[in-house]
T-cell receptor, first 117, second 111 residues
Framework: ETGVTQTPRHLVMGMTNKKSLKCEQH?????MYWYKQSAKKPLELMFV???????ENNSVPSRFSPECPNSSHLFLHLHTLQPEDSALYLC????????????????FGPGTRLTVL | LAKTTQPISMDSYEGQEVNITCSHN???????ITWYQQFPSQGPRFIIQ???TKVTNEVASLFIPADRKSSTLSLPRVSLSDTAVYYC????????????FGDGTTLTVKP
């Protein structure tokens, strides 16, 4: 148990569906991340939020829409996905400390296994 | 953003010590070195972190030479359950998300 929870753990959706992934962290961190991991591939950083503001968006298609309503919650809204979007979606959090040597240690949730039909 | 290079894969046997080396030639002064472990279909898990010299915890040791251009993760007496992908990350600047996961090292422990 890392203190980061994700729901649902498994999701199957059609290309016309709209769904949302939820992440919650109980660690008091101020930064949260979405990663995508396709089969046998490295993690791809999708979005980063620090102090509830998006600080990085690695050219992710607009069919993925993040939302960070507060420092403990992060959502990934999905719409009109493609089969190639099937992957493990991981959420992580860390404590981003400005002005000092930040350790940037990330704590990951268990992931949501997404299948797009 | 410091780039890291690790071996793609390593094999070992139960009970052996495993050393995985990571190269990070352009590490910045305020960068930490962090290692993660990932099992299939799970999120990566923090193993150990260091800045210089040697760090040891209940799971592993991390050796960092004086020039900090490389680091070695040492796993003592591995078991079958240590089969996983191990990632070396360098970063930790003031902006979140500057560390990037590379390809990692797939360690396979055999009986």
């Amino acid at each position: 148990e890392t203190g980061v929870t994700q729901t649902p753990r498994h999701l199957v959706m059609g290309m016309t569906n709209k769904k949302s992934l939820k992440c919650e962290q109980h660690l008091g961190h101020n930064a949260m991340y979405w990663y995508k991991q396709s089969a046998k591939k490295p993690l791809e950083l999708m979005f980063v939020y620090s102090l509830e503001e998006r600080v990085e968006n690695n050219s992710v298609p607009s069919r993925f829409s993040p939302e960070c309503p507060n420092s403990s919650h992060l959502f990934l809204h999905l719409h009109t996905l493609q089969p190639e979007d099937s992957a493990l979606y991981l959420c992580a959090s860390s404590q981003d400390r400005e002005g000092v040597f930040s350790t940037d240690t990330q704590y990951f949730g268990p992931g949501t296994r997404l299948t797009v039909l | 953003l410091a780039k890291t290079t690790q071996p793609i894969s390593m094999d070992s046997y139960e009970g052996q010590e495993v050393n995985i080396t990571c190269s990070h030639n352009n590490i910045a002064t305020n960068d930490y070195i962090t290692w993660y472990q990932q099992f299939p279909s799970q999120g990566p898990r923090f193993i150990i972190q260091g800045y210089k010299t040697k760090v040891t915890n209940e799971v592993a040791s991390l050796f960092i030479p004086a020039d900090r251009k490389s680091s070695t993760l040492s796993l003592p007496r591995v078991s079958l359950s240590d089969t996983a992908v191990y990632y070396c990350l360098v970063g930790g600047d003031t902006n979140a998300g500057k560390s990037t996961f590379g390809d990692g090292t797939t360690l396979t422990v055999k009986p």
